[in-house]
């Protein structure tokens, strides 16, 4: 029988299963609550750098300061000037998408630690442009006062809200990767030579997905914003983007998903130790532990490749070392 679900998809019904089954299990637990929405922003931000450098190679140290121009971007419309967060929503998704394009045409140029570099300046920039943005940013004191989002004023409406966002940027992800532009991208990662020759715009197509992956944290950036209904400028720094940076590679950062479940799994144990000092530790050790075991992330490979170096190479087979045996007698070599 045929599977009725697409191939495609299968990452996003798998979400949403998983989310429909918990669901229930935590609805009446205001702590888990919390930390499901807190789960679903920094999947939001690990999915941003999934597209960015699990699929375009563009690793970026931005994702914080994309996420907090969306933040601020809807906290000053919504305190400042009293207009609608849906507003916000359209700013926090269009700013960082209008500064990464141009920003990507310049840097894709560069080798991946020269890029990464550049992207860690560009971060730097934001964080001192908003603490020395006086009023208008708040300054170093931050905004506080935000509204909730009018659909979602409770904490388990805004559980369900965050978590559908999740899902949407998933969906779309998939079918994005599965497009014209989505193998121009593939192809562009792979071989950037064979891409050009294709007629592909190297160039453009990198800015663009770069740009994409930026309008994903700038929605994340939203969420957090109106969740906490505060702002401060530490509040979404390069810590946020290199803690992100590391939950796409624990989880696997070229499969769509994979981002989603290392942001989980890695918030989660983080949720249960004792201290928050702990945080760091956890995070080195995660990596470390899966630099080792699955280079490619959780969901990112076949086979561990310290488990291939341990096992050694394969014997071969009786009827292959015949073989073997066969030719070297045929050109008078010793078998």
């Known amino acids: 029988m045929k599977n009725p679900v697409p191939k495609t998809q299968r990452p996003t019904v798998l979400l949403i299963v998983v989310i429909v089954f918990v669901t229930p299990l935590i609805k009446h637990n205001a702590f888990w609550i919390d930390n499901s929405?807190?789960?679903?922003?920094?999947?939001?931000?690990?999915?941003?750098?999934g597209m960015s450098y699990g699929q375009a190679g563009i690793l970026s140290i931005a994702t914080g300061a994309f996420a907090a121009i969306g933040g601020f971007s809807t906290a000053i419309v919504t305190t400042r000037y009293?207009?609608?967060?849906?507003?916000?929503?359209?700013?926090?998704?269009?700013?960082?998408?209008?500064?990464?394009?141009?920003?990507?045409?310049?840097?894709?140029?560069?080798?991946?630690?020269?890029?990464?570099?550049?992207?860690?300046?560009?971060?730097?920039?934001?964080?001192?442009?908003?603490?020395?943005?006086?009023?208008?940013?708040?300054?170093?004191?931050?905004?506080?006062?935000?509204?909730?989002?009018?659909?979602?004023?409770?904490?388990?409406?805004?559980?369900?809200?965050?978590?559908?966002?999740?899902?949407?940027?998933?969906?779309?992800?998939?079918?994005?990767?599965?497009?014209?532009?989505?193998?121009?991208?593939?192809?562009?990662?792979?071989?950037?030579?064979?891409?050009?020759?294709?007629?592909?715009?190297?160039?453009?197509?990198l800015a663009s997905f770069f740009a994409i992956s930026a309008a994903v944290a700038g929605l994340g950036g939203w969420l957090y914003a109106h969740n906490l209904s505060y702002l401060g400028p530490d509040s979404l720094d390069v810590s946020v983007s290199m803690q992100v940076l590391l939950m796409a590679i624990v989880g696997g950062a070229r499969r769509p998903l994979g981002p989603v479940i290392g942001a989980s799994l890695l918030l989660l144990i983080v949720?249960?130790?004792?201290?928050?000092?702990?945080?760091?530790?956890?995070?080195g050790g995660a990596l470390v532990l899966i630099l080792l075991v699955a280079p490619q992330g959780l969901i990112g490979g076949k086979l561990p490749s310290l488990w291939r170096r341990q096992a050694g190479p394969k014997a071969p087979k009786r009827e292959d070392a015949s073989k073997v045996s066969l030719v070297a007698l045929e050109a008078g070599e010793p078998s």
């Open 271 to 283: 949720s249960e130790l004792p201290a928050a000092e702990t945080q760091g530790m956890v995070f």
């Open 82 to 205: 009293g207009l609608s967060s849906y507003l916000g929503l359209l700013l926090a998704i269009a700013a960082p998408a209008v500064l990464a394009y141009p920003t990507a045409r310049i840097v894709t140029r560069l080798s991946p630690l020269p890029l990464s570099i550049a992207t860690l300046v560009l971060s730097s920039i934001i964080e001192i442009a908003i603490r020395e943005g006086g009023d208008f940013t708040g300054g170093y004191i931050g905004l506080s006062g935000i509204p909730p989002i009018s659909i979602a004023p409770t904490p388990f409406s805004m559980h369900i809200l965050a978590w559908a966002c999740v899902a949407f940027v998933l969906f779309c992800y998939c079918n994005l990767m599965e497009s014209a532009f989505g193998r121009a991208i593939n192809t562009v990662r792979h071989d950037s030579l064979r891409a050009l020759a294709d007629g592909v715009d190297v160039p453009s197509v």
């Open 37 to 49: 929405v807190l789960f679903a922003i920094f999947s939001l931000f690990a999915l941003s750098v």
